[in-house]
């Protein structure tokens, strides 16, 4: 059975292949030469990831944005910027996910999403909150949602007892 990573790895793969094959499907009047090429490029990719090679098939999708670019393709996806693209990849590893992780795991990653998102505004709204602590607090969520994402519970509490901490030391817990 896969892990919460593999699965997120997984989920990454077949959002570009959807991405890409929508575009290619498209009549979008751009140089045919160039999509026969992409096309070229996600069948390659395609057939790398049934084979079980993840990172050819990564490769190639990389290069495929390269040559869009260069290629100066209006209409071809572009590369989502590493918060699009984890929201993304996590919309599609969702159903995944609940397949994998157990009744009581989920709720307990759902139980400390809730609460780390909670004590995250608490302690935006606290009135003459510095720099230094707004940073602290992006920091410490993000290591936290990172650690949600990869289904480890244990490393999202610990994220969560340091965002509390911070909270108490502002009075906006207790």
């Known amino acids: 059975m896969p892990d919460a990573y593999e699965v997120m790895l997984e989920a990454e ?30 069948e390659r990719a395609g057939a790398a990831a049934a084979e079980g090679d993840s990172e050819r098939a990564r490769a190639l999708i990389a290069d495929m944005y390269d040559e869009a670019r260069e290629a100066g393709l209006r209409w071809a996806p572009c590369l989502p910027r ?4 984890d929201g993304q ?37 606290a009135p003459g909150l510095d ?11 993000a290591r936290a949602g990172m650690a949600l994402d990869l289904a480890h519970a244990t490393a999202a509490s610990r994220e969560l007892e340091r965002l509390k901490e911070i909270a108490r030391r502002w009075g906006v817990e207790r």
């Open 82 to 85: 590493p918060c699009e693209a």
């Open 13 to 42: 793969l077949n959002k570009a292949f959807d991405v890409w094959s929508g575009y290619l499907d498209a009549r979008t009047g751009e140089d045919p030469e160039i999509r026969v090429r992409l096309r070229s490029f996600l």
């Open 89 to 125: 990849a996590r919309d599609y590893a969702k159903d995944t996910l609940r397949q994998v992780l157990s009744l009581g795991l989920r709720d307990r990653l759902d139980h400390i999403a809730i609460f780390l998102s909670v004590t995250n505004r608490r302690i935006q709204a």
């Open 131 to 141: 720099e230094a602590t707004r940073q602290d607090v992006r920091y410490i969520t």
